[in-house]
């Protein structure tokens, strides 16, 4: 009698989380559905490449920067990591939305909404965008894993027909039904406090959202100069965009050089950076950097080496040097050059 009111309690669980499997199911499946049915967003250097997205992630990531950046600069591996995530993502939304293998699925949600917290859970320009998708990722994937599918689900019709697998131990653990766990009380309140713990501290790491100044990263474009050094009759320096908005670059409308005593040695503007040669820009990573129409565009995350010929400018020796960017919202990066 116990167990059967144990199954009625968790069939009625489960019938009151339909809502959250249903959207959150669809919030994953429809990722698969944007880039491969109604848009093919899998075609390298084409616009609108998901590496590009992924490449964005990575100026900020939280533990998994390290993985970011090894496909971010081995392409090929990138690609196939794309193709998996985008199968996994269709795989866990389609049978979360059915109900199949519930608990098994609800992993699978609360394994990406812990990627997506991780990688991106630092962008957002108008609001916590990406941060508030991960942490309710975790929170939704942990409480359908508690709760299972109820009525309308796969789960539930195949243990309302006896299937013999749906008696099983490892069914109760992997799709619905009641869990073969005695005291459920006291690890649902030490996961929900880890996962609430979870929330507090990436909120205030991302974004100082529970004490001190609050930031957001994805308002203004931050660019790094490092490197810089004159060589062989050459500027060369790296940059790196690390902050601003996700969806458009940095347009570069400004490089120039001044001496100690602030004398211009060459000012490169908008027009010229527009024609930028190629040829000098060694991008690193998937999303490059590249000449524009009126500017040179530095996307989220794009890191490249650029090389300026020197050769028709008057360098003085013993003299020290400083290199400026200036970004068309007014905002300068400048950085002291090594000879």
């Not at 250097?45 to 998994?64: M, Q, R």
């Not at 941060?131 to 539930?156: E, P, R």
């Not at 243990?159 to 690890?187: C, D, E, H, Q, R």
């Not at 524009?292 to 013993?318: E, T, V």
């Amino acid at each position: 009698m116990k167990n059967i009111h144990s199954n009625q309690s968790y069939n009625l669980a489960g019938l009151f989380t339909l809502s959250i499997r249903l959207v959150i199911g669809w919030t994953y499946f429809s990722a698969f559905w944007r880039r491969l049915v109604l848009e093919n967003k899998l075609i390298q250097d084409e616009a609108g490449y998901i590496g590009e997205k992924f490449n964005h992630f990575l100026p900020n990531a939280l533990g998994i920067k390290p993985i970011i950046e090894y496909l971010v600069t081995n392409p090929e591996a990138l690609w196939w990591s794309m193709v998996s995530f985008t199968i996994i993502e269709a795989i866990v939304g389609l049978l979360i939305m059915l109900g199949f293998f519930t608990r098994l699925m609800s992993i699978g949600v609360f394994s990406l909404a812990m990627g997506i917290l991780l990688g991106s859970g630092w962008i957002g320009t108008t609001c916590l965008d990406e941060w508030q998708i991960g942490v309710l990722g975790i929170a939704c994937g942990f409480t359908l894993f508690l709760s299972g599918s109820g009525s309308y689900s796969l789960d539930n019709y195949f243990m309302n027909k006896n299937y013999a697998f749906t008696k099983t131990k490892w069914f109760s653990w992997l799709g619905s039904g009641s869990l073969p766990i005695a005291n459920l009380k006291p690890v649902v309140l030490v996961i929900s406090l880890l996962i609430f713990s979870l929330t507090l501290y990436t909120n205030q790491y991302f974004h100082g959202g529970v004490f001190g100044k609050l930031h957001n990263k994805s308002v203004k474009p931050k660019v790094e100069i490092s490197h810089a050094t004159i060589k062989n009759e050459a500027l060369q320096f790296q940059i790196y965009r690390t902050e601003g908005v996700d969806v458009y670059g940095s347009f570069l409308i400004g490089i120039q050089l001044k001496n100690e005593q602030g004398e211009i040695i060459f000012d490169l503007k908008g027009e010229d950076l527009a024609k930028f040669s190629k040829k000098d820009i060694a991008n690193i990573y998937v999303t490059k950097v590249k000449p524009g129409k009126h500017s040179l565009i530095i996307p989220l995350g794009a890191k490249a080496i650029l090389n300026i010929d020197l050769k028709n400018y008057q360098l003085l020796k013993g003299t020290n040097y400083t290199l400026t960017l200036t970004d068309i919202s007014g905002t300068e990066w400048t950085s002291k050059v090594a000879k």
